[in-house]
């Protein structure tokens, strides 16, 4: 798309207006369906001149000139722009060192602009404009220069205004090249008296990585070569620590070592989240619009980097001689945080990639983390009288009631993400599926209901309720994937989920959500195992009040992504089903091309036996490839 000056439209508005006798309004109007034409905006018709008003109005102002509401406009639109100017200024690298100077004198200037620069950004009405002007004037490039600054405030107060910058506008991730500079911040301020810096650099790091493959790599390959000195010497990279290796060297020196003076423990513990929150992002394919991640490469190299007993039992403290760890600090019977316990859990179950990986993990005591967080997980499942789960809970929680199981569910949603990973492992499901706390824990909160007040409720007397699973779309899926992993290939495991009702739980959950293809995937998957090598089952869940056979056919059955494992759970249940195929007129078609495993004997001979004249036959061979002679 072409792109257009104000003052270009202001002049052709005023001049429309002139030219052809045009009502203010009128002038406005016939502006935009010209510009509109000029710039291809929507397809030019009546019916789409408010689209084309409403895609200029992200480029420039579209008020008229002399009103009153557009000259305070374009006075603001001035003043961000002479803020954006004054920063340019500022920008004038050492030529040697790469580094930029900053007068003592101007420091104030130069931080009030980026502060006014990010507040407008962030709290204006029209900061989609403004962010438009921002990423026109080059203002992205100048924050990221002003990263090599030799000012600790310029530095802050840079990495502030681009980590909202980010967090908000996800086009603006793709256009950010400074990691080399972040990376050096990261390792220049490990062992800073201020932790300020330190955490505003991983939570821009973090940002940047999220859903973003290219950053991911960009970041682990960037090198800490820009040092902040005023000395003549250029940089050297030499043997430079990379992104990773910078992180790493955080994690563990604020996790092994007392904090500087000036740092609290919650400073470190702030810190330590945001470690592990960027190796989360670092080692989670999130970005679908890739056609490929380095995930799990990623997490391997991290895993032989030694970063299993950064995160779980497994270090010694030079100076106290107690183990410490990322996780023996967040779940200490001591520790009132639950921020920590969430990076902790989400770094951990990022990382769970491989058997290797997993079965480090467990040695360091992941098995005995995730049962505590199960069971106090278990006093915030909605309970009745009795003491057990209830169909339905009606109590009016307070807001810190409230606050606090969001963060619980949060922390339980991905506790069960690491319980799913763990499930590769053979030995390690059947451990969990027998120890008589995590199958019953998994089942109560799949069937846990809450109620809400019906809307009617309000127009009438009658004390009418709704009621709803209170696991969310999440925390269904890692379940039905748990007990999908858990009976593969394991019949006692699915006599025993089916003990505990399992089937109910999963049919409930698929039922509930009918558009979250995730949780019919696993759901579908988790019945076929459940009958795939127990055969007796089928009529215990076909005869139940679950109505399975409708939810896999009318439920999961209709989702092109679910249709398929779908068929196979009616398949292994002993029930007819076709896969069709919707063509483009929207007749339906029975699929007679695809050929699925199991269907058909397959034709091989077993023996071979050897021929009599086998030299004969091959001689024969020979002799038709060479031709007559």
Sequence with gaps: MSRISQEYYDETVLENEETFELSPDEAIAETISQLASQLQLGDNTNDNDGAAAAALSDLILISHPHSEEGLMERKRHVGFVSLLTRLDEFVQPNAITGVIDVNELNVGTCVDSIEQIQTVCETSNERERYRSILEREMGLLTLQSLLSCSNERVVSSSLACLGSLMQNTFCFREDFKAFDRLVSILSNHTHSRDSTILQRALTLATVLCTKCEPNKNSFLRAKAVYQRTKMNTPPTSGDAPGGSAVLLQNLSTWLLTTPPPAASNMASDVILGHCCNLVASLCKY????????????????????????LLMNGNTNDDTGNRRSVCA??????????????????????????DDIVQSFVAGGVLELVAKVLKETASLLPTNEAGTVSTCDTSTPTAKQQEEARSRKRLLSITLGVI??????????????????TLPLIVSTMTARTASPSPSTSATNNKKTTTSLWAGPTMLEHSCGILAAMSLRSPTNANLILTHHGSTAITSAMAQNPNCVPVLRQGCLAIRNLVS????????????????ELVLRDVAGKQQGSVDEAYAALRDLGLSAKLITIGDDGAAAPQSSVAMFGDTKPRFRPVFDESDDMEGRIQNHIDVSRGPT
């Design 420 to 437: 799913r990973n763990l499930c590769g492992n053979d030995t390690i499901k059947t451990n969990l599926c027998q120890d008589e706390i």
């Design 286 to 309: 999130d970005d679908f619009r890739a056609e490929s991640s380095s995930a799990n490469e990623t997490a391997s190299m991290f895993y032989r980097a030694g970063i299993v007993p």
């Design 329 to 354: 600090v967040a779940f200490q019977d001591s520790y009132e945080g639950i921020e920590l316990q969430i990076s902790a859990m989400a770094a951990v179950r990022a990382l769970c990639v491989n």
């Design 533 to 548: 090598r127990n055969k007796e089952n089928i009529p215990k869940l076909l005869d139940s009040s679950d109505n399975l």
